[in-house]
């Protein structure tokens, strides 16, 4: 959401201006720990939820695939403590190395790092907190699986920068919220196949097409810094776009379902998440920058959506 750059200097309790209020992150943890909070966005849960949904979907297609009555459940629940803790990881190393730019924007001025309530030292370890928790749950996993959410990193490391040179940053964002899709499957088999494969690229038009939405709301102040995004150079033709990546989408997805030969009940699933998505591009105004948010953050259930529709499949198997 643009905010005005006169609201944006942080108050004396190191409010943050694109925050979300009265978070548990605000009311529970001490002052000095709530700066660590906005940095990793803890106050916006919709991140991991993006992180965490191809791990989920890729974990419950893997049980479905193998003839299981349902994902495995350890394997849900590092994952989702996997995705917290490296969401946040990645959002300490974006803000470190754009701490220039955030200051130039409204929406951003007044996080943690350009605003002085956390040092580049303190950002730094933190940053190296938080990977070692991720650390902690990969190595729960097998060689395989170890060595595959390993490689992840070097996309990690280079999407801040990506802004900076392309137009097409959200590709780079796609390769890297979209790892979970091969790392479900891989815990589950050993192995990557096809149906990951597919599932992954489904999960990067998806990735590309919901943060477009997102990029909408700064692209004034981006136009301005001289940041890139596909939310400017797509531009009013955004719509017709976001027509292409979610059809990629459901297509990609849908050939995964496919390859992995689940049933029915999957598809139904998927055809919820498809519906879902229509109703993002139908209701889109890229001049309105709340409801950019709040289309973006609708994401969140159009991953129960398919995920439901996974687990309600395989949980046919135990008959």
Known sequence: MTTDPSSATPAADGVVADAVGGHWADTVLPAWARPYARLARWERPI???????????????AADAAGRAHPNLWHLVLFLIGSIAMRGAGCTWNDLVDRGID??????????IPSGQVTVGAARVFLVVQALVGLAVLVQFDAFSIGLGLSSLG?????????????????????????????????TFGRLDAAPVLLFAGCVAWTIGYDTIYAHQDKEDDAVVGVRSTARFFGANTKAWLVGFYGATVAAIGGALVLAGVGPFAFLGLAGFAAHLVSQIVRLDIDDADGCLALFR??????????????????RNLF
């Open 103 to 112: 200051a130039q924007v409204a929406r951003t001025r007044s996080r943690p």
């Open 47 to 61: 991140g991991w939820w993006l992180l965490l949904w191809p791990c989920w979907w890729s974990a419950a297609l």
């Open 155 to 187: 996309v990690v490391a280079i999407y801040p920068f990506m802004k900076r040179i392309t137009d097409w940053p959200q590709a780079v964002l796609g390769l890297a919220f979209s790892w979970g899709a091969l790392m479900g499957w891989a815990a």
């Open 298 to 315: 609708a994401n969140r259930s159009a991953g129960w959506l398919l995920f439901g529709g996974l687990v309600a499949d395989a949980a």
